[in-house]
């Protein structure tokens, strides 16, 4: 299987290419900095910012892609009090804008292959809490471009999951206690790699089925 993977060089995008690529399968790899994709030295690299729309239009991808999982994003917490026009755009670029040209650009090859679409959103794209306003306001927006796409692909054999994770132990995690001014401990989240199984497990459906939204929480 071949699969387009976005956000390798950490968090979860990057223990899903490692998941990948230790079973076998052929990697693409988007990252915005080459040196993130060193572990992965049989992949192909695509080098592009995902705020970047001319840079994400210009991508040459393969013919076929058995998936596309969109897991980069970024954060910034803040009020709507707080928030200036930098941070929105910031978020909604890349947690939004982003993905949304990318699968413009590989539903050619994810049409070929009658491949599966995964978003990582998170719990922020179900519910927004104090502080959260930007970054829940992209990955809500992130649910309604997947339930689209969703609709719009099931005649073309493409298949659209949203996967939505809670508060899981990654870097983004760790950036966000510093910015909440709390204490981080790992072991109180849930492990990007339990998150991956349940990716995996979307990749790997057979194609009978299919799961249009599904979340896994801390216990």
Sequence with gaps: MRHLVTGAGSGIGRELALRLRDRGDELVLLVRDPARAADFPDATVLVADLGDPAAIEALALPDRLDSVVHAAGVVELGSVSELDAAAWTAQVAVNLVGPALLTRVALPALRAARGTLVMVNSGAGLRANP??????????????LAD???????????????VFPGRSATPMQE???RQEGKAYDASDWVRAATVVDT?????DLPPDATVPEVSVTPR
Excluded: D, M, P
């Excluded at 719009?152 to 999951?161: I, K, L, M, Q, S």
């Excluded at 990716?199 to 990749?203: G, Q, T």
């Design 175 to 177: 950036k966000v206690h």
């Design 131 to 144: 502080g959260w306003a930007a970054y829940a306001a992209s990955k809500f927006g992130l649910r309604a």
């Design 199 to 203: 990716i995996v497990s979307v990749l």
């Design 148 to 162: 689209a796409v969703r609709a719009e692909e099931r005649a073309h054999g493409v298949r659209v999951t949203s």
